[in-house]
Nanobody
Framework: QVQLVESGGGLVQPGGSLRLSCVASGSIGNIYRMGWYRQAPGKQRELVATITSGARTNYVDSVKGRFTISRAENTVYLQMNSLKPEDTAVYYC?????????WGQGTQVTVSS
């Protein structure tokens, strides 16, 4: 059974930083890509950042220069700096394999003074 366990969310003031982690365990097979999505209240889920098995990264324009995605084995990280209130959302980890996508349960990130 595959599990994705996220951690690192919380409440932070504007301009602050958080680091999200997601550990994938179980018989997950070959990982093609790992990434982070987010969903704010009343909005659709959007891609935040991805990293492929070849370490190619991709970011949504709104986080470029502030967020950094990285990976170590079956763990993916999202370093979030200079956080803004509009970054407030539930952040979901995603793992893409040749067979299917896997999703984490989500971790809340709230940016507020």
């Amino acid at each position: 059974q595959v599990q994705l366990v996220e951690s690192g969310g919380g409440l932070v003031q504007p301009g602050g930083s958080l680091r999200l982690s997601c550990v994938a365990s179980g018989s997950i097979g070959n990982i093609y890509r790992m990434g982070w999505y987010r969903q704010a209240p009343g909005k659709q889920r959007e891609l935040v950042a991805t990293i492929t098995s070849g370490a190619r990264t991709n970011y949504v324009d709104s986080v470029k220069g502030r967020f950094t995605i990285s990976r170590a084995e079956n763990t993916v990280y999202l370093q979030m700096n200079s956080l803004k209130p509009e970054d407030t959302a539930v952040y979901y980890c995603q793992v893409r394999t040749p067979i299917r996508d896997y999703w984490g349960q989500g971790t809340q990130v709230t940016v507020s003074s």
